[in-house]
């Protein structure tokens, strides 16, 4: 009987422990507070290269139910669409949320298209040239009806593009090491079209420019550095 106690009494006291360490290794510092405040509409011109904003079509708008699961995961939201002197349009959506804990994550477009009625018939991972580099993308085909729109999007959390889950989870888990909460950023294209490989390219050629437009800060805000785990 006394065996048995003592053994209990280890457990216990493991288990204590292991609460405690948990406990100490919380992250609590956001990494948010520590640097210069992100200004989605002031980071991202109204007007670049030939693109300027064109008010007539409205990027993908979630209804209010999603809207408010995005409100607290989401500090900033910036929607806009752009259109050349092609007439090629591409809409714009960009989220910025200052806490990606495990309460709190990046809400993605395989989540929030079908939320408002799409269906996702094709995903495949990819790779995006910004002309300095290279980072992952994730390139979506999207239907709803007669409207067929191929997306290509990113993430970022803290300073690095990260796509897949298990690179994500590696950033969190790097940055709770040193108590810190990192930031996150989605950064989402798309296109009214069905050749998706010309729609593809079209946006590409979109965010080349749009990085080139913005300072080297702002650069690195909305790309990161390139994680090849990404």
Known sequence: MQALSFKHFVIGLFMFAAAGMALALKPTEKVADAGPKVDL?????????EWKIDETIVPLIADPETQAKLDKIY???LTRTY????NQRIMLSIAYGGDQSDSMSLHKPEVCYPAQGFQILKSRGDVFSTGEGEIPVKRLLAKQGA???PITYWTTIGDTVAIK?????LQQIKFGLT???????LFRISSIQADEDAAYGAQDDFSRALLDALTPEGKQRIIGRSDPNG
Do not use: M, Y
């Open 179 to 185: 108590g810190k909460i990192p930031d996150g950023l």
């Open 83 to 86: 259109v050349n002197s092609r």
């Open 41 to 49: 509409e002031t980071l991202i011109p109204k007007q670049f290269g």
């Open 75 to 77: 500090n900033q939201t």
């Open 147 to 149: 409207r067929v729109e």
């Open 165 to 169: 889950g298990v690179a994500w989870k």
